[in-house]
């Protein structure tokens, strides 16, 4: 199956929004609420930023912040800061009951 | 506090096996499906495989499926993947995760397969 998908590249100034699409079918987004997203920095584990298409965890900023529409989900990251510069990936659960990560997105803080 | 840990990888020959392994701690490791995930050099996060907590239901992607077997001992509060038949495009760093409704998303630190002759 292929990956969800998003814009290879993004970049914000720092203070500036940016948001993120990703783009799935009626299949996988468009279908159920369980769309999460992470960030990456290099070298390190995936971290939850996002789950169940607009809900945080404890301790993420509310700088984060998501929501879908139909087929396609997004994340807005507000009043960007140096430490957003990362790689940000989507996740939906899908009809076959796998699990479908986006391709990824990497966020420059010019 | 959770932790999941990752052991088991390595270099391997194309057509080879290796099982990997992540012990878990700070939950009740029977009570949730757990999940592997790899992540090629510079590359995107793929999903691999699911197994639910008592063992009975497994799910795989179809780049692995036949080759790769995931299972679970949760006596030792272990999870496991076993490859075989690898071949290049597998070489990555594998992650073990738990995924649960709720934000309660846990991974581990990975383990890197090397798959080159």
Redesign the interface.
Known sequence: ?S?LTQPASVSGSPGQSITISCTGTSSDVGAYKYV?W?Q?HPGK????II??VS????GVSNRFSGSKSGNTASLTISGLQAEDEA?Y?C?SHTS?????????TKLTVL | EVQLVESGGGLVQPGGSLRLSCVVSGFTFSTYWMHWVRQAPGKGLVWVSRIHGDGSSTIYADSVKGRFTISRDNAKNTLYLQMNSLRAEDMAVYYCARFSDGGGDFWGQGTLVTVSS
């Not at chain 1, 584990?45 to 939850?48: E, I, Q, R, T």
């Not at chain 1, 076959?96 to 990824?104: I, Y």
């Open positions: 199956q990956a999460s992470y990456q584990a995936p971290k939850l789950y169940e809900n945080r965890p404890s790689d990936y996740k076959s009951d796998t699990l479908l990560f986006g391709g990824g």
